[in-house]
């Protein structure tokens, strides 16, 4: 997390809570839900949603808490906290790195404001460790305030689909993204196809 915003919003709890609904505008969360989502003390979480609740960021919905959509600094804030991406490129490649012989790290979604890219990362190794891997995600996850949408594949299984024009893959590389970590030694455009 940067330091320098969590400074500016108080702390890094609050903003992983700000995050967490200003992502995910349309769901309600209990105090509960909030502190094992942004990885925070249950006291801690249930004080800072206190005081975003009193300045209006966020509403009592029920049981729990949603966005206010008609907050009226929701635009400003919004913009802010997805510019100030708490990770940086090189600190995700080395989170993911521990899960298995990592080839190839892309970025795209979330990261690259492109809502309509079919994945925010795509993971590409051999011998990944897929308990290990759901852990990495959930720090990112809780980082970011955001449910990532992951795609993971074994090196010879990309490197096939990538060989049939695979869909998935083609999405993927066709849409707007950053290749973070690349070992493969591949250019990564897809040779050109016919539809």
């Given at each position: 997390?940067?330091?320098?915003?969590?400074?500016?919003?108080?702390?890094?709890?609050?903003?992983?809570?700000?995050?967490?609904?200003?992502?995910?505008?349309?769901?309600?969360?209990t105090?509960?839900?909030?502190?094992?989502?942004?990885?925070?003390?249950?006291?801690?979480?249930?004080?800072?949603?206190?005081?975003?609740?009193?300045?209006?960021?966020?509403?009592?919905?029920?049981?729990?808490?949603?966005?206010?959509?008609?907050?009226?600094?929701?635009?400003?804030?919004?913009?802010?906290?997805?510019?100030?991406?708490?990770?940086?490129?090189?600190?995700?490649?080395?989170?993911?790195?521990?899960?298995g012989?990592?080839?190839?790290?892309?970025?795209?979604?979330?990261?690259?404001?492109?809502?309509?890219?079919?994945?925010d990362?795509?993971?590409?190794?051999?011998?990944?460790?897929?308990?290990?891997?759901?852990?990495?995600m959930?720090?990112?996850?809780?980082?970011?305030?955001?449910?990532?949408?992951?795609?993971?594949?074994e090196?010879?299984?990309?490197?096939?689909?990538?060989?049939?024009?695979?869909?998935?893959?083609?999405?993927?590389?066709?849409?707007?993204?950053?290749?973070?970590?690349?070992?493969?030694?591949?250019?990564?455009?897809?040779?050109?196809?016919?539809?």
């Amino acid at each position: 997390m940067s330091k320098s915003v969590s400074h500016i919003f108080g702390g890094e709890a609050k903003v992983k809570i700000m995050r967490l609904f200003i992502f995910n505008p349309t769901l309600a969360f209990t105090s509960s839900e909030v502190a094992s989502r942004a990885k925070t003390n249950p006291n801690v979480a249930r004080r800072e949603l206190a005081i975003l609740a009193k300045a209006g960021l966020i509403k009592k919905r029920g049981k729990g808490y949603m966005l206010n959509r008609a907050y009226r600094y929701l635009p400003a804030i919004g913009n802010f906290l997805i510019d100030a991406n708490p990770l940086s490129e090189k600190e995700i490649v080395k989170k993911i790195s521990v899960s298995g012989n990592v080839k190839l790290i892309l970025i795209s979604g979330i990261f690259l404001h492109n809502p309509d890219s079919r994945v925010d990362i795509l993971i590409v190794g051999d011998h990944i460790k897929q308990g290990k891997l759901h852990t990495v995600m959930s720090t990112i996850e809780a980082e970011l305030g955001k449910e990532l949408r992951y795609a993971v594949f074994e090196t010879g299984d990309f490197q096939y689909r990538m060989g049939i024009y695979d869909k998935l893959i083609r999405d993927i590389l066709d849409s707007q993204h950053k290749k973070i970590f690349n070992k493969l030694g591949l250019e990564m455009k897809p040779a050109i196809h016919t539809s």
